[in-house]
């Protein structure tokens, strides 16, 4: 029973240092994919990403948890990144993303020092059209699909499961609960939660 304790501490380390492997097989990826990223990039677990015609920036000291040995809290899925058309995804310095989904028609922007947490999804875009016969059929009139540019404030926490839906632009130093589907601007140095999520109280600066 002794040696589990330090089993544990090795299996621990062992877990913590594998960005070593995995941040460059990422960067690869990544220009593959026409994406641009600064310095101190640490990533644990391949990313996804889709880029055909878009662009993706990422600043300096962006850190990615990218699979489920990296998240222990209880979803799976990895950082997926699908960029249609000519959309722009802009990620700013010391953000960190954790087995998050982000679909990007037109824009996404997220700020500095900004924490995206397990299962978010952010998505800019309908994906399809609303009106059943533009979306009916084998041929979808893309022309009909709605989508509106994201952006997320410098210092935001977007807690596990949360959606944001296009057009939103959440404020510097919000706070967004786990589990809220945000379908509205939210002001800087707020709480929000729910679905649809609703204020909650402010936020200390």
Request: aromatic share 6%; proline share 4%; hydrophobic share 40%.
């Given at each position: 029973?002794?040696?589990w304790?330090?089993?544990?501490?090795?299996?621990s380390?062992?877990?913590?240092?594998?960005?070593?492997?995995?941040?460059?097989?990422?960067?690869?990826?990544?220009?593959?994919?026409?994406?641009?990223?600064?310095?101190?990039?640490?990533?644990?677990?391949?990313?996804?990403?889709?880029?055909?015609?878009?662009?993706?920036?990422?600043g300096?000291?962006?850190?990615?948890?990218?699979?489920?040995?990296?998240?222990p809290?209880?979803?799976?899925?990895?950082?997926?990144?699908?960029?249609?058309?000519?959309?722009?995804i802009?990620?700013?310095?010391?953000?960190?993303?954790?087995?998050?989904s982000?679909?990007?028609?037109t824009?996404?922007?997220?700020?500095?020092?900004v924490l995206?947490?397990?299962?978010?999804?952010?998505?800019?875009?309908?994906?399809?059209?609303?009106?059943?016969?533009?979306?009916?059929?084998?041929?979808?009139?893309?022309?009909?699909?709605?989508?509106?540019?994201?952006?997320?404030?410098?210092?935001?926490?977007?807690?596990?499961?949360?959606?944001?839906?296009?057009?939103?632009?959440?404020?510097?130093?919000?706070?967004?609960?786990a589990?809220?589907?945000?379908?509205?601007?939210?002001?800087?140095?707020?709480?929000?939660?729910?679905?649809?999520?609703?204020?909650?109280?402010?936020?200390?600066?």
């Amino acid at each position: 029973m002794g040696e589990w304790p330090v089993w544990r501490r090795i299996k621990s380390k062992l877990l913590s240092e594998l960005h070593v492997i995995y941040t460059p097989v990422n960067m690869v990826r990544l220009r593959l994919n026409g994406a641009r990223f600064g310095k101190g990039l640490r990533t644990k677990g391949l990313i996804r990403i889709h880029n055909p015609h878009g662009r993706l920036v990422i600043g300096d000291n962006v850190r990615m948890n990218s699979a489920q040995w990296t998240n222990p809290i209880g979803f799976s899925g990895r950082v997926n990144f699908l960029i249609v058309k000519d959309g722009r995804i802009t990620i700013g310095s010391n953000t960190g993303l954790s087995c998050c989904s982000i679909t990007c028609r037109t824009s996404v922007t997220i700020g500095d020092n900004v924490l995206i947490g397990a299962g978010v999804k952010i998505y800019d875009t309908d994906y399809h059209p609303l009106s059943a016969s533009a979306r009916c059929g084998i041929e979808q009139r893309w022309e009909d699909v709605v989508s509106r540019e994201i952006v997320i404030g410098d210092g935001s926490f977007i807690a596990a499961g949360a959606m944001i839906l296009k057009g939103v632009h959440i404020g510097r130093n919000c706070v967004i609960g786990a589990g809220s589907v945000v379908t509205c601007d939210i002001p800087d140095n707020q709480i929000w939660a729910g679905n649809p999520a609703r204020y909650i109280r402010d936020n200390r600066p």
